[in-house]
C-alpha cells in the first residue's frame, strides 16, 4: 500500500512564497504522474499543477507563479508557489498515478494567503 505524507501549509501574506511537499511511502515503483490539486471553500476541487514524462503542466491561474518539480529518487514532489494571492487560499492535495491506473491522495494541507 502507498501512504502519501503532505508538508504543513500555512499562512502567507499576499506575494509571498510557500513551497510543499508530498512524499510517497510503501511502494517504490516507479509513479507516472504526479499532481497537485486544491480545493476552496464551496469550489469543486481543481487540478493546478501536475508532472508526467518530464513535461509539467499548469492551470491557467497558476502559471508562472507556481512550479512543479520532482524528485524521483525520494518519490517526492514538491510544488513551489510564489506571488501568492488570496484566490491561492484553498486545500492542496497530493495524487500519484502508478503504471497500470492505481491512484492515491495525500492528505489535505491548508494554505491561506491573507494580510
Known amino acids: 500500500q502507498v501512504q502519501l505524507v503532505v508538508s504543513v501549509g500555512g499562512w502567507v501574506q499576499p506575494g509571498g512564497p510557500l513551497r510543499l511537499s508530498c512524499a510517497a511511502s510503501g511502494r517504490t515503483s516507479s509513479i507516472n504522474a504526479m499532481r497537485w490539486y486544491r480545493q476552496a471553500p464551496g469550489k469543486q476541487r481543481e487540478l493546478v499543477a501536475s508532472?508526467?514524462?518530464?513535461?509539467?503542466n499548469y492551470a491557467g491561474s497558476v502559471e508562472g507563479r507556481f512550479t512543479i518539480s520532482r524528485d524521483n529518487a525520494k518519490n517526492t514532489v514538491y510544488l513551489q508557489m510564489d506571488s501568492l494571492k488570496p484566490e491561492d487560499t484553498a486545500v492542496y492535495y497530493c495524487?500519484?498515478?502508478?503504471?497500470?491506473?492505481?491512484?492515491?491522495w495525500g492528505q489535505g494541507t491548508q494554505v491561506t494567503v491573507s494580510s
Open positions: 495524487n500519484f498515478r502508478y503504471p497500470g491506473g492505481s491512484s492515491f
Open positions: 508532472v508526467a514524462f518530464g513535461r509539467a
